[in-house]
């Protein structure tokens, strides 16, 4: 089955870098892949959303990268704020049809 | 835009008893999802409706959960006995179609089983 893999561990970064988040992916080669970003006590909020045959997606200070020969998304934050602190989710459609998501990477900027 | 309005926001039951969450999607969305989240297993899809329809149910855990959505306006999942390893969070999200769309989430339904 599709599986999806973010790194389980805080990012701490200081303001003003450059966040780097990545996700993984196995088993299968979606069309498409999307970001959310989730505060505590909140539901998801839909991000980015970047198809295979796009390199990189540009949003604001936001960038997403999809490699699919390597199965890897990469989502940067430049000039990272205290606000951007949240947690961020990659997620895909599987074969079946349904979006499945990653467990999420918890970035903190610290001022 | 309201957005999705999910209700409660908190539930404390004990086991054994029923549980009823309720939803409101965006009006115009086709459709609707309901998901489940812990730390342990992250988001996971429980079931998903397409126009009020139920199109795959294969994520419901068990026998004991069962969902609804009498109307486009409206959804409930019913969780009928708890028990205590159903607390988690639950969320409800709606799209305006299948493919690419994004999914829109309500803030979720914390449900603690005692």
């Known amino acids: 089955s599709q599986k999806i893999e973010q790194n389980s561990e805080a990012l701490n970064i200081q303001e003003g870098k450059t966040a780097t988040l990545t996700c993984n992916y196995t088993?299968?080669?979606?069309?498409?892949l999307q970001w959310y970003r989730q505060d505590p006590g909140r539901g998801p909020v839909f991000l980015l959303l970047i198809r295979e045959n796009e390199k990189e997606k540009r949003k604001e200070r936001l960038k997403v990268t999809f490699d699919t020969t390597l199965k890897q998304s990469l989502f940067h934050i430049t000039a990272s704020q205290p606000a951007d602190s949240a947690t961020y989710l990659c997620?895909?459609?599987?074969?079946?049809?349904?979006?499945?998501f990653g467990q999420g990477t918890e970035l903190s900027v610290k001022p | 835009d309201a957005g999705v309005i999910q209700s409660p926001r908190h539930e404390v039951t004990e086991m054994g008893q029923e549980v009823t969450l309720r939803c409101k999607p965006i009006s115009g969305h086709n459709s609707l999802f309901w998901y489940r989240q812990t730390m342990m297993r992250g988001l996971e899809l429980l079931i998903y409706?397409?126009?009020?329809?139920?199109?795959?149910d294969s994520g419901m855990p068990e026998d004991r959960f069962s969902a609804k959505m009498p109307n486009a306006s409206f959804s409930t999942l019913k969780i009928q006995p708890s028990e205590p390893r159903d607390s988690a969070v639950y969320f409800c999200?709606?799209?305006?179609?299948?493919?690419?769309?994004?999914?829109?989430f309500g803030n979720g339904t914390r449900l603690t089983v005692t």
């Open positions: 999200a709606s799209s305006p179609g299948q493919g690419t769309s994004p999914l829109h």
């Open positions: 409706f397409n126009n009020n329809v139920p199109i795959d």
């Open positions: 088993n299968y080669s979606p069309a498409y």
């Open positions: 997620a895909l459609y599987n074969q079946g049809g349904k979006l499945i």
